[in-house]
């Protein structure tokens, strides 16, 4: 099984709102990720946790916060918004086997069905 | 740094039609590669994968060669069908800080029609 779910799959917002996307994987996976898609455009990564610690941002703003609070699950707080944060919200998760060929991991990222954002 | 390549589309085809999305790279050392699918309103879905040079991933008649030479890793299908509309990533996995991160082409946009 190779499946990552993601809720909710739709969300409208207001700027002033504080909303919560969540995702989940139950493939012992150790390794967790946000990207950020907008329309035509290819995912952009958003943060990593490795461990259930973060290990990459993105330079992402702060009304974006990430929370790992296990290994299974994966949250992105939101707060603030703007409208130009409209997306749809991939979680990924994979291995972290630590193989690596001279530098290039060899993991799977497998991805979620995504959330589709809409700020007002 | 690392880069992918890939063709843009929009790509066209009738049905039963045959498929290449050309995509290459550039990176240090040897990347894993990657083809993922996004049909619409989905996530992307991994299409099929090769760690290594002369490695060949395959999946759903869908194949990929990888290609250490012409540092590439090009799209083939024989048979396209409606169902194969979509759009195809290519990616290749990040390298040393970035490792197990994936960097993305632009994307193909793939539409066969009956």
């Known amino acids: 099984d190779t499946e990552v779910t993601q809720t909710p799959k739709h969300l409208v917002m207001g700027m002033t709102n504080k909303k919560s996307l969540k995702c989940e994987q139950h493939m012992g996976h150790r390794a967790m990720y946000w990207y950020k898609q907008k329309a035509k455009k290819p995912p952009e990564l958003m943060f990593v946790?490795?461990?259930?610690?973060?290990?990459i941002n993105e330079s992402v703003p702060s009304r974006f916060s990430p929370e790992c609070p296990n290994s299974s699950l994966l949250n992105l707080h939101l707060h603030a918004l703007q409208p130009e944060d409209s997306a749809l919200y991939l979680c990924?998760?994979?291995?972290?086997?630590?193989?690596?060929?001279?530098?290039?991991?060899?993991?799977?990222?497998?991805f979620g069905p995504g959330t589709r954002l809409t700020v007002l | 740094g690392d880069s992918v390549t890939q063709m843009e589309g929009p790509v066209t085809l009738s049905e039963e039609a045959c498929l290449t999305i050309n995509c290459t790279y550039t990176a240090t050392g040897y990347p894993s590669l990657f083809w993922y699918v996004q049909y619409p309103g989905e996530g992307l879905q991994l299409l099929l994968k090769?760690?290594?040079?002369?490695d060949k991933g395959s999946n759903k008649g869908f194949e990929a060669t990888y290609r250490k030479e012409t540092t590439s890793f090009h799209l083939e299908k024989g048979s396209v069908q409606v169902s194969d509309s979509a759009v195809y990533f290519c990616?290749?996995?990040?390298?040393?800080?970035?490792?197990?991160?994936?960097?993305f082409g632009k994307g193909t946009k793939l539409s066969v029609k009956p």
């Open positions: 990924a998760s994979s291995q972290k086997t630590g193989t690596a060929n001279l530098g290039h991991s060899t993991d799977t990222q497998y």
């Open positions: 090769a760690t290594k040079a002369d």
């Open positions: 946790y490795s461990y259930e610690k973060l290990s």
């Open positions: 990616a290749l996995s990040g390298y040393g800080g970035s490792q197990g991160n994936l960097i």
